[in-house]
Every structure is written in C-alpha cells, then in structure tokens.
C-alpha cells in the first residue's frame, strides 16, 4: 500500500507560516509605532533650550496655577514653551491675569542669558502687582556650589 499526501497538508503548513509572519510584523509595526508616540509626545519635549542656573536651596513652587516664562541666552521670549515677542509678553500676561487673578510665574533665564531682559520681565511682573515670582533653578548638591 502507497500512502500518498494531498497538497492540503502542505498548503495548510505554508499558510500558518505565513500568518504567523503577518502576526509578527504587525506586533513590530505597533511597538515601535507606540513607542515614538510616546517618545516624541509634545508635552514631554521642551523646544526651549534654557540652561538654569544652580542654587542649593532650589525649592519646588506649589500651589495656584503656574506661568512659565523662559528666556534664553539670545533674548527669545517664551510664555509656557510658545514664542512671544518682548513687546506682546505684558498683554499677554494681563489675560491669564483676567482668568485667575492667583497667577503665580517662575521664570526660567539662562544661566548666561542678558540681565537686562530679566530686568525688563521684573519691572512687567510687578507693574502688573503680580506678587508669587520664583526664579527656576536646578538643585546643586553642596552649598555655595
């Protein structure tokens, strides 16, 4: 007796290979897809490129809702990470003002950013009776670093 294989065997094989390839690469695609979803997620990028100055006693600001405004070391204004021109940063300020007169700001200046310009943010800051200001820094590890 001659037993013989039908082609169903064979093509049933091929068929789950070729499934399991498909399964594979769609994992692969979906991986790789979440992971630079979550890697270049615009609220974990800073376009601002400020590099703060060092205090020992750098505290966290807690409480009311926060502006951030950041200077860096060319003279470019920016209010919680958008462009700003210097002429436009008290206008804008006096609208988040209207909405929650508790505003509190940190200011973010480059380590060697112009002491003129932050004068200038001061003088706007307090013209507008704004009274929570912290100036952002990074914790250095001994004092008087």
Do not use: C, W
């Not at 399991?20 to 897809?33: E, R, V």
């Not at 992971?35 to 060092?54: E, G, M, W």
């Amino acid at each position: 007796m001659i037993n013989i294989k039908g082609r169903n065997d064979y093509l049933v094989a091929l068929e789950s290979v070729a499934m399991t390839d498909i399964i594979m690469n769609m994992f692969i695609f979906f991986f790789i897809s979440f992971s630079l979803i979550y890697t270049l997620n615009p609220a974990r990028i800073s376009k601002i490129d400020v590099k703060l100055p060092k205090a020992s006693t750098a505290v966290a600001l807690e409480g009311s809702e926060k502006l951030v405004l950041a200077i860096t070391k060319e003279g470019k204004y920016y209010i919680n990470d958008r462009d700003i021109s210097a002429g436009s940063i008290k206008e804008a300020i006096k609208d988040r003002l209207k909405d929650n007169p508790d505003l509190s700001v940190i200011l973010k200046v480059d380590d060697s950013g112009r002491f003129g310009a932050v004068a200038g943010v001061l003088d706007i800051l307090n013209e507008l009776n704004i009274q929570k200001v912290s100036v952002a820094a990074v914790k250095s590890a001994g004092k008087g670093g």
